[in-house]
């Protein structure tokens, strides 16, 4: 592209202008981390409502940083619309779209549609970076071509980049600068001028020869951890079947300093990335090769079934305290994906509340960040926390341990809790059954 050196200034000066497709978790964070960096920024959605209340400063994101919001609207460098025309003047355009899988295989709706917003006002000279994640193949066989209706070249007139977003809602270690970012572009032009951008919001950046080794990277984030978890819930299982503590054999393991990565069982996997980004891989491995990706395919069966195993667990419970799952009350405790977010995306409560209520339960549920949630066509309000919702219950299940429960409290006053997800520890309280 003629114009790289004056786009390159302009990104180390600060002057370059953002624009952000798509104001979820990934696209509102990195636009806040973008302006707090200095730059102007405008995002960019096509739900009006979300647009309305981050333009009155509300924010109704969940998973998003809330003290990177505030920091973000102080700037004055960030604005909020849904007009695409906006997109116009703008030196760089990340898009940060919904990716979701239908029927087990990538749907790219969304993408298509911010495609083709972005190519109707796109500039010459201007930066256009992915960072949904897809299969890999998608920026250059998919971005490029609908970018080129505009009647302007990639490569010659515009760049093109694959940047996965690496964010993790609620986690305090890691914020959104001191996660390493990976950046491919289809040129190195594209690459050189990504990095330089991303380079002034993170700390780290990793460059990558090609769009598709980038977009494969992050397929292989989530797979890693989606056939661990795996791994571990299956020997969950069988170490129930063995009468051996499955928590103790994973401690025992962790303690080599080599060699080993403790990973967790619980009942089953959730949130927007490790139940859906490996179907990804998945549906591309079956159409492009001609055959299953077995340890993934294998990975997804096993935590697939986990909800239903541990309504079977809650159901051995309460066999034990002379009680059926039919007609027992029972009261689930979070139902949000991971612990300390409002996000119950594929949560894995909700199958197990499912999976309990088929069986005759009266389930219940309470969580701090989530006031209703629906399963089975039922939608359910949550019931408030109190000694008396707690000792009316036949069996707390305790699903996902937000960190302003006081467990000892709960035991306290609940006939029986079972916990899949070792909140407990090492507390040792009778009355608690762990997965």
């Known amino acids: 592209m003629k114009d790289t050196a004056s786009l390159r200034r302009r990104i180390l000066s600060r002057n370059a202008r953002v624009a952000v497709v798509g104001q979820g978790y990934v ?7 973008a302006a707090e960096s200095s730059f102007s920024v405008v995002g960019l959605d096509v739900d009006g409502a979300r647009i309305n209340d981050l333009s009155r400063e509300i924010l109704s994101v969940p ?20 007009d695409g025309s906006s997109t116009k003047d703008c030196d760089i355009v990340v ?46 066989e998919l971005l490029k071509p609908a970018l080129e209706l505009s009647g302007l070249q990639m490569g010659k007139d515009f760049l093109l980049a694959y940047s996965p977003e690496r964010i993790d809602p609620g986690n305090e270690e890691y914020d959104f600068r001191s996660v390493p970012r990976v950046v491919g572009g289809l040129t ?24 598709r080794a980038a977009e494969l990277a992050k397929l292989l ?8 978890i795996a791994l571990v819930n299956e020997m969950a299982m069988i170490c129930h079947e063995m009468d051996i503590d ?55 069966d096993v935590n697939g079934q986990m909800p239903v195993y541990v309504a079977g667990r809650v159901g051995e419970a309460l066999n034990e305290t002379r009680k059926s799952v039919k007609g027992s009350e029972i009261l689930v405790l979070g139902v949000a994906y991971k612990p300390d977010v409002a996000d119950p995306r594929e949560s894995p409560a909700m199958p197990v509340m499912s999976a309990l209520h088929k069986k005759g339960a009266r389930v219940r549920f309470h969580d701090p960040h989530i006031p209703t949630c629906s399963f089975n066509g039922t939608v359910l309000e949550r019931t408030e926390l109190t000694q008396r919702s707690l000792s009316s219950a036949d069996i707390v299940v305790l699903i996902t341990p937000h960190k302003v429960y006081d467990l000892e409290w709960i035991a306290k006053h609940s006939h029986l809790v079972f916990d899949a997800r070792n909140a407990f520890g090492e507390l040792k309280i009778s009355n608690v059954v762990t997965l």
Not at 27 to 33: E, K, P, Q, T, V
Not at 95 to 105: F, K, L, M, Y
Not at 113 to 135: F, I, M, P, Q, R
């Open 246 to 300: 499955v928590w103790e054999v994973i401690m025992a393991a962790a303690s080599k300093p080599f060699g080993f990565m403790p990973f967790y069982p619980g009942p089953g996997v959730g949130g927007h990335c490790i139940p859906l980004d490996p179907e990804y891989l998945a549906w591309q491995v079956r159409r492009d090769a001609g055959r299953q990706f077995r340890v993934l395919e294998e990975a997804q």
């Open 95 to 140: 898009i940060c779209v919904p990716t979701p899988v239908r029927d087990h295989a990538p749907d790219l709706s969304f993408v298509h549609e911010a495609c083709a917003t972005v190519s109707k006002h796109l500039s010459s000279g201007t930066l256009v970076v992915l960072e949904s994640t897809t299969y890999p193949g998608t920026t250059e």
């Open 188 to 211: 190195p032009e594209a690459t050189g001028a990504a990095t330089l951008f991303y380079a002034q919001l993170v700390d780290k950046v990793i460059s990558v020869s090609s769009t």
């Open 63 to 82: 998973g998003v940083d809330e003290p990177s919001f505030r920091a973000a609207l102080a700037t004055g460098r960030i604005r909020f619309t849904s």
């Open 27 to 33: 696209g509102l964070s990195l636009a806040c981390a």
């Open 221 to 228: 984030e989530n797979t890693f951890r989606h056939v661990n």
